[in-house]
């Protein structure tokens, strides 16, 4: 089992910066693949990014420049530094992770099944981006 609890949301204004964190603890903690995802008011859920345990990273292409993911492997803390954040990044951010590797499908850009294939999810937090 893995839990993941995340923190750093909050509100902002357009054009500001946002850094959001997600440890990880349990038994299966030591080596997975980790992701950030979001889910807007009245929207699906949609990837962001995502970091395997081999290191490989992948991006939403529409978020990749503003939004950065890393991994603190000795915290076992996931990142994801926000930059010139726009009202319509506003939305639950969730971390989510699955045991051990997810590395084809961030290869390939799959996020159906990066998003499907994750086992694990924390409880969200709040991004709030006013104009």
């Known amino acids: 089992q893995v839990q993941l609890v995340e923190s750093g949301g909050g509100s902002v204004q357009a054009g500001g910066s946002l850094r959001l964190s997600c440890t990880a603890s349990g038994p299966r903690s030591s080596r997975l693949c980790m992701g950030w995802f979001r889910q807007a008011p009245g929207k699906a859920r949609d990837g962001v990014a995502a970091?395997?345990?081999?290191?490989?990273?992948g991006y939403v292409k529409s978020l990749e420049g503003r939004f950065t993911i890393s991994k603190d492997i000795a915290k076992n803390t996931l990142y994801l530094q926000m930059h010139d954040l726009k009202p319509d990044d506003t939305a639950m951010y969730y971390c989510?992770?699955?045991?051990?590797?997810?590395?084809?499908?961030?290869?390939?850009?799959?996020?159906?099944?990066?998003?499907?294939?994750?086992?694990?999810w924390g409880e969200g937090t709040l991004v709030t981006i006013s104009s």
């Open positions: 970091i395997d345990s081999d290191g490989s990273i």
């Open positions: 989510a992770a699955v045991a051990p590797s997810c590395a084809k499908d961030v290869e390939e850009g799959s996020w159906f099944h990066i998003m499907h294939g994750m086992e694990y």
